[in-house]
């Protein structure tokens, strides 16, 4: 069964920026395809990036393009977030979610961004 652990959230000021990791174990991340996701105070979950098997990437959302990037180490079962020139209104939990066909779908518990000055 695989369990997704994200770590590298932290405070950090406008203009910044965080490299989330998520970090695998029980199974191979390069058979899923791996999102992340995030969800601000009282809104929804709100899907970012997203990384195939092959290492195609999606962005899909686009307050965020241009400034985060999504890639994977296989050799560490860990897929990272990038996260660039980073506004106050990024600030949210932030998730990774892999999905397969074969495997299902998981979710990790989320790590904290917080932008603030």
């Known amino acids: 069964q695989l369990q997704l652990v994200e770590s590298g959230g932290n405070l950090v000021q406008p203009g910044g920026s965080l490299k989330l990791s998520c970090a695998g174990s029980g199974d191979n991340l390069d058979s899923f395809a791996i999102g992340w996701f995030r969800q601000a105070p009282g809104k929804g979950r709100e899907g970012l990036l997203c990384?195939?098997?092959?290492?195609?990437?999606?962005v899909s959302a686009d307050s965020v393009s241009g400034r985060f990037t999504i890639s994977r180490d296989n050799a560490k079962n860990t897929v990272y977030l990038q996260m660039n020139s980073l506004k106050p209104e990024d600030t949210a939990v932030y998730y990774c979610?892999?999905?397969?066909?074969?495997?299902?779908?998981?979710w990790g518990q989320g790590t904290q961004v917080i932008v603030s000055s």
């Open positions: 979610n892999a999905q397969s066909a074969l495997y299902g779908t998981h």
């Open positions: 990384i195939s098997t092959r290492g195609a990437t999606t």
